[in-house]
């Protein structure tokens, strides 16, 4: 029987939206980059934890990579299975990752995707270990981790040097341990610098997820220890001034972290009257805005908040207790601290390859606030810039809020 032109359209119909369905169907691994330095990045927006672990597998084998670090949102997939996906298909590949609140890729800054950064052999030695229960964990237990990974990592290399070995930290966003933690691994490392990040659960606050070499899990957090002879050096940059504008923290819960007064005023009350706002109109944007620092050792650090209560209390990301002043802060312009931050690390390394990051969530908030989120992501681009949105970043001895922390390479010639 003739086709009719009606039968006609619809085939033709048919065709045009299976056309325009594969067109628009991005291929997995959305992105692959490689790096000078060696490394090598792979992104998807995918929710295919084995086609994703295939790709990881097929890449590693190419650049003879022996470690990867991994950074997901937990909306695109689940932490169990992207690490039975990975146990599957990239056997023989040690890693170390989170989940996050938000992901900087080659592209730029983003949302629900699985990021896998790939070190090759020929230039970095790794060496990773998971710390679990923190809540129950002896500090005097993660410096003795942290001595043990050294003593690995030298029995491998055969050396160890400050100049070229760092130390990378991973923990659970929502663990009340960072600060610990974090001095206890700095105790062990003597000269050798730390930096890292506090895993995310975009924005929700209930679990965070890390994973590593097979384990998944929460109340935990990775050490990671790298040598290379790639040159890298380790920065921070924040976009805050303080002010005179002074909250002393009357009552609180150090356990929690909770503030429930400022100036003997309930907290909420206090600190919206210092930023001019009324506490109903308090929201993640109004503390991303509006942050908090305290002083310490001539330096001022970011103490920001993460949420008010219904009784008006007022929740941190960073520990707090009675007695701490802190100093309502200003922003300066971020893309032009960001931008001077870079150039600052370009002009010590004599270029920049790309630059591993760890950027505070809420600088992704207060950049869409003030309406210069696409110059910071397209600054993060131009720059090689990849890395998570965290509940808090690690930089040497310090547990910070509100900051970006990032070690940059330099071009393996450099090196040469």
């Not at 996906?85 to 900087?104: D, M």
């Not at 993660?142 to 055969?158: D, F, K, P, Y």
């Not at 390394?349 to 003030?370: E, Q, T």
């Not at 001895?397 to 071009?411: D, P, V």
Request: one cysteine or more; aromatic letters at 8%.
């Amino acid at each position: 029987m003739p086709s009719t032109p009606a039968r006609q359209d619809q085939k033709k119909s048919r065709a045009q939206k299976e056309r325009r369905r594969k067109w628009r169907r991005k291929p997995l691994a959305s992105s692959r980059t490689r790096y000078a330095c060696g490394l090598s990045v792979l992104t998807t927006d995918e929710p295919d934890a084995d086609a994703f672990a295939r790709a990881v597998a097929v890449e590693a084998a190419a650049i003879d990579a022996g470690f990867a670090l991994l950074f997901f949102s937990q909306s695109l997939l689940e932490a169990v299975a992207l690490s039975e996906a990975l146990e599957n298909h990239a056997p023989a590949l040690r890693y170390a990752g989170c989940s996050t609140a938000g992901e900087i890729t080659p592209k730029g800054l983003e949302d629900g995707q699985v990021m896998a950064m790939l070190l090759p052999s020929a230039s970095f030695s790794a060496a990773s270990t998971m710390v679990e229960n923190l809540s129950s964990s002896g500090m005097d237990g993660i410096t003795g981790e942290v001595e043990a990974l050294r003593r690995s990592l030298r029995g491998r290399v055969g050396h160890e040097r400050a100049d070229t070995t760092f130390a990378l930290c991973l923990i659970d966003g929502l663990s009340y341990a960072e600060e610990a933690v974090t001095s206890a691994i700095h105790w062990g490392l003597d000269d050798i610098p730390l930096i890292g990040g506090s895993a995310g659960d975009d924005l929700k606050f209930e679990t965070t997820r890390l994973i590593s070499n097979g384990k998944v899990a929460c109340d935990c957090a990775i050490i990671v220890l790298i040598t290379t002879e790639i040159p890298f050096h380790v920065f921070k940059t924040d976009n805050f001034v303080p002010t005179d504008e002074k909250l002393v923290v009357t009552a609180s819960d150090p356990d929690h972290r909770t503030v429930r007064e400022f100036n003997a005023t309930n907290a909420a009350e206090e600190y919206a009257a210092s930023v001019g706002v009324i506490p109903q109109m308090l929201t993640p944007l109004s503390f991303a805005s509006h942050p908090v620092v305290v002083k310490v050792g001539g330096e001022f650090y970011c103490r920001s908040i993460q949420k008010m209560h219904a009784d008006g209390s007022l929740s941190f990301f960073c520990a707090i207790d009675d007695g701490v002043v802190l100093s309502i802060a200003r922003p300066k312009n971020m893309v032009e601290s960001t931008r001077a931050a870079f150039r600052d690390v370009e002009e010590r390394l004599g270029g920049i390859d790309m630059i591993l990051a760890f950027d505070c969530v809420l600088r992704r908030l207060d950049a869409r606030n003030r309406q210069v989120f696409r110059e910071m992501s397209e600054l993060y681009k131009v720059n090689n810039v990849i890395g998570f949105g965290t509940y808090g970043e690690q930089y040497r001895s310090m547990h910070l809020n509100q900051t970006f922390t990032g070690i940059a390479f330099g071009e393996r010639q450099a090196a040469e």
